[in-house]
C-alpha cells in the first residue's frame, strides 16, 4: 500500500529528496560556497513541490470555454517564477558576501571565521 502510493506520487517523494539534501548541505556543510549551493538546491525542491502540487488532472488553461469545468489555478505558476527571480538575486548577494568575506579574512569555512570573530 505504502509502495504503491509513493510510486504514484513520486514527484512528492523526488521533492521531499531534493529538499533534504538541499537542507542537509546548509546545515551541515562549513564551507560557505556549498551553503549557497545547498540553499539553491533547498528552493529547487520547494519549486517542484509546489508545481506538482498545483497540477490537477484533467484541468485545462483558465480561458473560459464552455464544456469545460476544470480549470488550473496560474497562481502557484506566477509565484514560482517570483520564487525563481527573488532566488537568482539572493544568490547572486550570497555569492558576492562570500567573495567579500573572502577578501576580508581569506577563508571560507565557517568554523574558522566563528574563530576569528572571538579571537578579536
Known amino acids: 500500500m505504502i509502495?504503491?502510493?509513493?510510486?504514484?506520487?513520486?514527484?512528492?517523494?523526488?521533492?521531499?529528496l531534493i529538499i533534504a539534501i538541499g537542507l542537509y548541505l546548509v546545515v551541515g556543510d562549513r564551507n560557505l560556497v556549498k551553503k549557497v549551493i545547498g540553499?539553491?538546491?533547498?528552493?529547487?525542491?520547494?519549486?517542484?513541490?509546489?508545481?506538482?502540487?498545483a497540477y490537477v488532472e484533467g484541468g485545462k488553461a483558465p480561458v473560459i470555454h464552455e464544456g469545460?469545468?476544470?480549470?488550473?489555478?496560474?497562481?502557484?505558476?506566477v509565484l514560482?517564477?517570483?520564487?525563481?527571480?527573488?532566488?537568482?538575486?539572493?544568490?547572486?548577494?550570497?555569492?558576492?558576501?562570500?567573495?567579500?568575506?573572502?577578501?576580508?579574512y581569506g577563508t571560507l569555512r565557517e568554523d574558522v571565521l566563528r574563530e576569528m570573530e572571538t579571537d578579536d
Open 3 to 16: 509502495v504503491e502510493l509513493l510510486m504514484t506520487r513520486y514527484n512528492y517523494v523526488a521533492a521531499f
Open 39 to 53: 540553499l539553491n538546491i533547498f528552493q529547487t525542491g520547494i519549486f517542484l513541490f509546489f508545481i506538482t502540487a
Open 68 to 77: 469545460i469545468e476544470t480549470y488550473v489555478s496560474p497562481l502557484p505558476h
Open 80 to 104: 514560482i517564477l517570483t520564487a525563481i527571480v527573488v532566488g537568482v538575486s539572493l544568490t547572486a548577494v550570497a555569492l558576492t558576501l562570500v567573495i567579500r568575506i573572502f577578501r576580508e
